[in-house]
């Protein structure tokens, strides 16, 4: 399977509910089984939306269904985190590649 952008992440998460359920035990239940799998991946991307930082007043805790594993609360410190790894990443990357090979 291939998938590009929204629908990499749309196809992941299906992919898990698909893997993660008990298969069906009879075969007339196969189509059921599929929208139930569609539904938890649907309501589960309803609720992580929000990309990086995810609405913590509605729900403050810590996510239930497996969403996550930090309170809500740490997604803009982790937000921050991350930001600054990723803009000290590159003068480090520019040191270690290009001014030490030079001297």
């Not at 609405?55 to 239930?64: A, L, N, S, T």
Request: aromatic letters at 12%; a neutral charge; one cysteine or more.
């Amino acid at each position: 399977l291939a998938a590009v952008s929204g629908g990499g992440y749309l196809l992941s998460a299906f992919a898990s509910h698909v893997v993660t359920r008990p298969p069906p035990a009879d075969g007339a239940q196969v189509d059921d089984w599929y929208r139930e799998a569609v539904a938890a991946t649907i309501v589960r991307m309803q609720t992580n939306a929000g990309n990086f930082v995810r609405d913590f007043f509605k729900f403050p805790g810590i996510p239930d269904g497996g969403a996550g594993f930090l309170p809500r609360v740490c997604d803009i410190p982790l937000l921050i985190v991350v930001f600054l790894f990723t803009i000290l990443t590159g003068p480090y990357l520019f040191l270690s590649a290009v001014l030490l090979p030079v001297t």
